[in-house]
């Protein structure tokens, strides 16, 4: 559904397919994870299980969306809007000037930023100086409505799910949306994603988590933040299934 919606915005507002195939190709290769993080708490929880141990805390829990989305395609659509809202001219007129931009501050080996810096022509490299700009229009065209897009779901989320009814954000302008809903489409717990919401060092609490899990020894780990406190009640309650499985191999 919301595909079809971007494409027949694309096509009202161009009727260059070159145009029309690159913005495409942007709002689905590029905006979003081809993977998605859909029930990436639920498959967390099932590695916990499938290792012998019940979770003594609910890891994942699942949510309802607006009529017309279910996960990955709420998902996608959101991811959709921050792109918008965050499109940067100097990705299609100057590609090197954004990759410095992009990775600014990170680690990212320089040949890993060439890399991508050549996935980024492949997608617009066949552009005319023309082209780009229509690009460009199209982009900062949607950029004034891209959060109330976001917005505008808020209310009926909170009227699905009453559990997040009270999830307070840092930054109720982009992030906060963000945050919340990628949090809803993967399933994380509820007092997660108010943990998360609030949380000003991300690096430093995931950090923290990892050492935290590692005691246990399991070669997993989440790839989300968990509450602290569920998260050592999830640590104590498998330390204990640990101990009593070893007296029972002892006992017998």
Known sequence: MVSILFYSIINTMTNNKNVQNVIEKLL??????????????????????????????????????????????????????????????DRITNPEKYIKKFFNGTTVPEQEQKQYLAEL?????????????????????????????????????????????????????????????????SRFHPKDIAYFCLLTDNEKAIKKQDEAISILGLGISPNFLMEPNRMQQLIDGIIVQKQ????????K
């Open 28 to 89: 689905t290769q590029e905006a979003v994870f081809q993977d998605g993080h859909w029930s990436s708490a639920h498959n967390f929880e099932l590695a916990i299980k499938k290792l012998g141990f019940i979770p003594p805390v609910a890891i994942s829990h699942q949510y309802k969306f607006p009529n017309g989305f279910d996960e990955e395609s709420f998902e996608r659509y959101v991811m959709q809007q921050i792109y918008i809202h965050m499109f940067d001219s």
């Open 121 to 185: 022509a492949k997608i617009t490299g066949s552009l005319s100086n023309t082209e780009k700009e229509s690009v460009i229009k199209y982009f900062l065209s949607l950029q004034p409505t891209a959060l109330n897009n976001l917005a505008r779901f808020l209310p009926e989320l909170q009227h699905l799910n009453p559990e997040i009814r009270d999830i307070k954000f840092n930054n109720k302008s982009v992030f906060g949306f963000f945050d919340l809903y990628i949090g809803m489409t």
């Open 244 to 251: 009593n499985l070893i007296r029972h191999n002892f006992e």
